[in-house]
């Protein structure tokens, strides 16, 4: 069955259910949201340079005109391609009759392999990086940079995963869970908190604020490395897994992009277009010339 002949039989069984699905993906968040945003304000890691409500206003806006943008692309084209999909038996997971629950948790697990992929190129390939350094471009990292990507990255990320639900044969069930699993994991690793002793038990599972601290570092070696976005397996396997004795020394975000101008709303949506798509680290992308102390804010450790 083709995905159009599912969608005319199909489409009027979703409407049911779509909007309970829907209502769960934007509640989460904004409830993390809250907590994490309370947390920092009680126990802050970092004490934060900039205006924090504008700095949230900024990334927050930007989250939104993505998930309005987003939700029109993609929604209705994951839910029927999943469904289709499944009902059809297409895809890895469909090879075998095997446990049910196994099935579950392996889509889930491979959808997290292919985040963990998804992420490194984004670091190696140059097109991408334009997309993707929007995120890294924060020079302050809090819960609301969870939430910091740039459209260009989300319509590639979300083009790629409509072809990868047939090639697992993921159910949309999966697919939220996954989603949930996302949310709740990322807007943790990027609130500006410790959890102190923890985080070393913790990052044996999942990726913690210690781990990603490091990943938002200006210094490159940190920045290529913590990739995985739920699980932390993934680096150690790829060997990308890194640690910083002392996250304190961190300084995020980029030295070509040091400029407060590349902070606005409107300098963040530029950002894929300044400049080379290649890292230009103690480089600067904008036209006119800088003072040096703010292209070199951050000096390189050995
Ligand atoms: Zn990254
Ligand atoms: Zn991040």
Not at 126 to 140: I, K, Q, Y
Not at 198 to 204: E, F, K
Request: aromatic share 10%; net charge neutral.
């Amino acid at each position: 069955m083709t995905i159009a002949a599912f969608a005319t039989e199909h489409f009027a069984n979703h409407t049911d259910w779509l909007p309970r699905v829907v209502g769960l993906r934007l509640t989460l968040p904004l409830v993390l949201l809250v907590t994490f945003w309370i947390w920092e304000t009680l126990r802050p890691f970092f004490q934060l340079q900039r205006n924090r409500h504008r700095h949230a206003v900024r990334n927050l806006t930007v989250a939104l005109m993505n998930a309005a943008v987003i939700g029109l692309l993609f929604g209705t084209a994951t839910v029927l391609t999943s469904h289709w999909a499944v009902e059809s038996r297409i895809g890895l997971l469909h090879l075998t009759d095997g446990f049910a629950v196994g099935r579950f948790a392996a889509g889930l697990i491979l959808l997290d392999a292919w985040m963990f992929v998804w992420h490194w190129l984004n670091h190696r390939v140059p097109l991408l990086w334009r997309f993707h350094r929007m995120h890294h471009s924060d020079p302050d990292m809090d819960v609301t940079t969870a939430t910091r990507f740039h459209l260009g990255e989300h319509v590639i990320s979300a083009s790629l995963r409509l072809m990868l639900i047939p090639v697992i044969g993921l159910s949309v069930w999966q697919i939220v869970v996954y989603e949930m699993a996302v949310i709740a994991t990322t807007h943790f690793h990027h609130a500006n908190i410790s959890v102190g002793r923890a985080d070393r038990w913790l990052r044996c599972l999942v990726v913690t604020p210690d781990m990603h601290k490091v990943h938002h570092s200006r210094w490159q070696p940190e920045t290529d490395s913590n990739f995985a976005v739920v699980l932390s397996i993934w680096d150690r396997l790829a060997q990308t897994f890194r640690l910083n004795s002392d996250p304190h020394s961190i300084a995020f975000g980029l030295d070509e992009f040091a400029n407060e101008r590349w902070q606005s709303i409107g300098g963040m949506l530029r950002t894929p277009f300044a400049g080379k798509g290649s890292r230009q680290r103690f480089g600067n992308v904008d036209d006119e010339p800088q003072s040096q102390s703010e292209v070199s804010e951050v000096t390189p450790r050995p």
